[in-house]
C-alpha cells in the first residue's frame, strides 16, 4: 500500500520591520533604571568619581603601556592598545532592588545613575550623575592625550613605566630586564640612523659606495 506523500510545509514569509534612527526606541528595555523624575533625565543615555585622579589615569596608561611592550617584544607583532576607561561609570544589573537585612531599594548601577551606599538617598537615580561622567570623561581623554603624545609613551621611556609596587619582584626584575635590551636595541637603531621618524622604506635598501683599483694596460711596441 503507498502511503500518499506529504507536501513539504511553506513557511511563511517574513517581512522584515522597516529600519529608522529611533526604531531601537520600539524594543524593550532591560537595562534602564527607574528614575523618580523622568523629565529631568533629558535623553538616554565602571569608573568610579571617587578614583578620578591623575596619579590613578597614569597608573593605568602605564600598565597598558607594559603590556602592549611586553606583547611586541616578546611576539614580534605591532600591538593594538585599547582602554576601557574614560567612560565606564554604568554596571548593568540583573535584579532592579537590592536587599539588605530586610530593606530593599534600587541596585547600584553604577556611578552614571546613583551611589554605591545602601542609603534611600543615594540609590536613587540622578540625572545630574551624567552631567559628572561627561565632565570626567573628558578630562581623563584628555590626560590620555597628553601622556600619549607628550613623550610619555615614547619608547625611550621604557624604563619609567615600571609601577612602584612591582618593581622589586621577579616580574619587575624580568621587566627591568626587558627594558635594558630594548633600550640597547633603540640605541643600535639609532647609531644605524633609524629613528620614529624614518620613514619605513628607508630601513631596507642600504647603499655600499665601493671604490676599485683600475689597471691600465699599457701596450708594447
Not at 538617598?121 to 540622578?126: F, K, L, T
Not at 573628558?138 to 590626560?143: I, K, Q, R, V, Y
Not at 640597547?184 to 622604506?201: I, K, N, Q, V, Y
Request: charged letters at 25%; glycine letters at 6%.
Amino acid at each position: 500500500m503507498v502511503e500518499a506523500i506529504k507536501p513539504h510545509a511553506v513557511k511563511p514569509h517574513v517581512v522584515p520591520e522597516p529600519w529608522s534612527p529611533d526604531s531601537w526606541r520600539s524594543r524593550p528595555v532591560k537595562q534602564m533604571p527607574t528614575y523618580p523624575d523622568a523629565e529631568a533625565l533629558g535623553g538616554d543615555c565602571a569608573e568610579s568619581f571617587a578614583e578620578f585622579h591623575p596619579n590613578n589615569i597614569r597608573d593605568t596608561f602605564r600598565v597598558l603601556l607594559q603590556m602592549a611592550v611586553v606583547l611586541t617584544f616578546g611576539a614580534g607583532v605591532p600591538v593594538v592598545k585599547v582602554g576601557r576607561m574614560a567612560g565606564q561609570f554604568a554596571k548593568p544589573r540583573s535584579d532592579d532592588l537590592e536587599t539588605r537585612d530586610g530593606m530593599s531599594l534600587p541596585s547600584y548601577r553604577g556611578d552614571m545613575v546613583n551611589g554605591m551606599e545602601f542609603t534611600p538617598e543615594a540609590r536613587a537615580p540622578d540625572p545630574l550623575r551624567l552631567l559628572r561622567c561627561y565632565n570626567q570623561s573628558a578630562a581623563t581623554l584628555n590626560l590620555l592625550r597628553a601622556f600619549a603624545q607628550g613623550g610619555y609613551a615614547d619608547l625611550h621611556q621604557v624604563h619609567l613605566w615600571n609601577l612602584g609596587f612591582v618593581a622589586d619582584s621577579p616580574q619587575g626584575n624580568r621587566y627591568r630586564d626587558m627594558a635594558e635590551r630594548l633600550a640597547e636595541a633603540l640605541e643600535f637603531m639609532a647609531a644605524c640612523g633609524l629613528t620614529s621618524d624614518t620613514p619605513r622604506r628607508s630601513a631596507r635598501p642600504t647603499s655600499t659606495p665601493a671604490t676599485r683599483r683600475c689597471c691600465c694596460p699599457t701596450s708594447r711596441r
